[in-house]
């Protein structure tokens, strides 16, 4: 379908298309494999100017917008999701910056991050808090110049090996949510230490980690905002993100129905290819329709963001829902579209299969943005 994008996006497109098929696809198997980071990819990226696609002009960036992300994303996440997740990740650390930083805070952070000299974190889960966010017990005390941060962050995308993270901490705790607030911490403050890095079904060239908080001192010029926004700069910074996992759901759809294509036009039986029978032929039908349904929604939800509109949590949870269902089920048919070679992990797509289960779980599960849908639906009558 045509989005009508605008030369400097078909640029974009295009550029992230090249890393994902030049850099990233010959080690996709390997990263896979062994779970490492991919700096080497990283560093392509910043250099190619990939990561300052996230950020505004006035900050050293050539973007800032969500659709532009959406369009990184999606070409990066087609190859590998994981990898992608190094760049997508560092978005959603980064909004809370963007969205309620100062402009000095901007000034200091965001240069860096469109250099691509530091990728981002986002700290909110906690071993008793996941869909209840509200539930932190991550503390944060004022001592003069200081908060000291107490607690522990669990599954943290980007963790270890980001330099800011945006972590969500009580500095009231008798208010619960309402007392949150958010701060940015650097890598390597004292009290700031890692804890296990997590043994993943899929998305393994990401790197998800265990944050602990011991006495650690973060500088009260690092509060976002004022004390107690916290809870709503997360919740802003989701409704920004969300379409971001949509195009990560959207990428890696598409890369698995273009290998089922591939392979249906070359795979023989009962002497003609298996994509001139009917059966298989459905299956493509409906995921093209599918992957294209799911592409329009996070496209035109990420231009209703860019347009400066005030109120997009439904729009923003229905893309990340939608999109998310739509590559299960589209690497679900692709390996059948396969038979067995499809299950065997010569191809990508039981790989692919594996990392779009994670988009119907994080960044709130699919369960919770039913629940976004309905509340918001629910006011609007
Ligand atoms: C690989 C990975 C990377 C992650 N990255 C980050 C990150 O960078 N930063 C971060 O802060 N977090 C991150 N997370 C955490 C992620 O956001 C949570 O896992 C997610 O929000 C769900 O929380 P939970 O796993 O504790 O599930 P639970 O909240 O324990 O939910 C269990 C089940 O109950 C259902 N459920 C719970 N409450 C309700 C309800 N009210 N109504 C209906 N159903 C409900 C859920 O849908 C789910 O099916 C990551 C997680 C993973 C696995």
Redesign the pocket.
């Given at each position: 379908m045509e989005y009508f994008l605008t030369d400097e996006q078909r640029e974009i497109r295009d550029i992230a298309r090249k890393v994902a098929e030049e850099k990233i696809k010959p080690l996709r198997a390997q990263y896979v494999e062994e779970g490492i980071f991919p700096w080497d990819v990283v560093e392509v990226m910043a250099k190619t100017d990939l990561f300052a696609v996230l950020v505004p002009e006035e900050y050293d960036g050539i973007s800032g917008k969500v659709i532009d992300l959406a369009i990184v994303t999606e070409e990066l996440s087609r190859v590998d999701a994981g990898i992608a997740l190094s760049f997508g990740?560092t978005g959603?650390g980064m909004y809370p910056i963007l969205i309620s930083g100062s402009d000095e805070q901007k000034k200091r952070w965001l240069p860096e991050v469109a250099a691509g000299e530091a990728l981002c974190?986002?700290?909110?889960?906690e071993p008793n808090a996941?869909?209840?966010a509200g539930a932190i017990e991550t503390t944060a005390v004022r001592d003069g110049d200081h908060y000291v941060l107490n607690g522990t962050?669990q599954?943290?995308?980007n963790g270890g090996e980001a330099k800011y993270t945006s972590v969500l901490a009580l500095t009231d705790k008798a208010k619960g949510a309402r007392g949150a607030s958010m701060f940015v911490v650097e890598k390597g403050t004292p009290g700031f230490n890692y804890g296990k890095k997590e043994n993943?079904m899929g998305?393994r060239a990401s790197a998800?980690r265990e944050l602990i908080f011991e006495d650690c001192r973060v500088p009260a010029a690092n509060l976002l905002g004022r004390e107690g926004q916290g809870f709503m700069i997360a919740m802003r910074t989701f409704d920004k993100s969300r379409p971001m996992v949509g195009a990560q759901a959207v990428g890696i759809a598409q890369g698995a129905y273009e290998e089922a294509v591939k392979f249906a036009k070359v795979r023989h039986q009962f002497g003609k290819p298996v994509s001139s029978f009917q059966a298989v032929q459905f299956m493509l039908a409906d995921m093209a329709t599918q992957i294209e349904a799911a592409r329009a929604l996070v496209m035109a939800t990420s231009r209703m963001i860019d347009s400066g509109a005030k109120d997009y949590a439904k729009e923003a949870a229905m893309c990340k829902m939608f999109a998310s269902d739509t590559a299960m089920k589209v690497t679900v048919d692709a390996i059948q579209v396969m038979g067995g070679s499809g299950y065997m992990k010569e191809y990508p797509v039981e790989k692919m299969m594996r990392d779009a289960k994670?988009t119907q779980?994080?960044?709130?599960?699919n369960?919770?943005m039913r629940?976004v849908i309905a509340s918001n639906l629910l006011k609007e009558f």
């Open positions: 990740g959603l974190a986002f700290a909110l889960t996941g869909s209840d962050k599954w943290i995308t993943k998305i998800t994670i779980i994080y960044e709130g599960t369960q919770i629940s």
